[in-house]
């Protein structure tokens, strides 16, 4: 017990004080957090005041600064630059009001909508109607409304030559598309069998005189604009059904009508 006492008095005396280095870093790292906090809390009140009317202003609104709505201020009341407004922060008389009124292409658009709505309520009814559910397929597309008919119902086997009963769906087409202020692209199609004897060569050829012939019967027999129509024929390249299955293949000889959603002015400029 004595031995152990006399080395504790007989310890070097910087090794008795070392607390005193981790409290004084304690002590340090105190005042380093309380000066932090302090600048924290140090809020400039003018650009606090500025920056929360603005933003009240901007929610009460009901706009945002992307719609041309109220702008942020600096701390003199002066509007920042880049943006767009009047000094007190808002979008001027002139501003407002192009904002609100819809350009002339946009009313085309909404115009073109409301024509094809209607398109596709009529046709819908008549397929309907005239019980042609199962040769006459009409679907609101991206691209368009389209109407797919059967080539049963319009052509016989390896002809091009429209059947006097497809005359009745192409006269009531015939006239909706001159309510329609839009592009008619007429598709051509065909299975994967390949022709044997006969006039066409093969399916390009076929697909391509038969979309031409429903072409033709809108222009020379019902007078439309030639204008407003394009066609294709793309003989097996878009089949819809298995080609290795009868049902398939039928599925795939076929028509497709499409009133497209592109305004003709468009299609216009950008063939130029």
Do not use: C
């Given at each position: ?5 006399r ?11 070392r607390?005193?280095?981790t409290y ?7 005042l ?8 924290v809390?140090?809020?400039d009140?003018e ?7 603005s ?6 609104s009901?706009?945002?600064i ?15 630059p ?7 922060g ?8 192009g904002?609100?009124?819809p350009?002339?292409?946009?009313l085309?658009?909404?115009?073109q909508?409301?024509?094809?709505a209607?398109f596709?309520?009529?046709?819908q009814?008549y397929?309907?109607d ?8 009409v679907?609101?597309?991206p ?7 059967s080539?049963?119902f319009?052509?016989d086997?390896g002809r ?7 005359t009745g769906?192409l ?22 069998q ?9 399916n390009?050829?076929?697909?391509g ?5 429903v ?10 604009d ?5 066609y294709a024929?793309y ?12 049902q398939g293949?039928q599925?795939n ?6 009133v497209?959603r592109q ?5 216009a400029?950008?063939?130029?």
């Open positions: 017990m004595s031995r152990r006492r080395r504790r008095k007989d310890a070097p005396p910087h090794q008795q004080e607390w005193l280095i004084a870093d304690l002590l340090t790292l105190l380093i957090f309380f000066v932090i906090m302090y600048g809390s140090t809020i009140a650009k606090y005041e500025a920056v929360s009317s933003l009240q202003t901007t929610f009460q009901g706009t945002n992307l719609d041309g709505g109220p702008k942020i201020v600096g701390d003199n009341g002066q509007q920042l880049g943006t767009k407004g009047n000094a007190q808002g979008a001027t008389d002139d501003e407002q009001q904002q609100d009124e350009t002339a292409r946009e085309q658009f909404r115009e909508e409301r024509q094809l209607s596709l309520q009529t046709i009814s397929v309907a005239n019980g042609l559910a199962d040769q006459i397929f679907a609101d597309k691209q368009g409304i389209s109407i797919t008919l080539d049963r319009l052509f086997v091009a030559d429209l059947k006097e009963g497809a769906i006269d009531r087409l015939a006239a909706l598309f001159g309510t329609v202020d839009a592009t008619i692209s007429i598709e051509g199609h065909t299975d994967n390949p022709i044997t004897g006969g006039r066409y060569a093969d390009w050829e076929l697909s005189d038969r979309a031409l012939s072409l033709r019967y809108f222009i020379d027999a019902r007078g439309l030639p204008t407003q129509f394009q024929g003989a097996d390249t878009r089949p819809v059904g298995d080609n290795s299955t009868p293949r599925q000889r076929r028509v497709e009508i499409t497209l305004l003709q002015s468009d299609e400029a950008a063939a130029q």
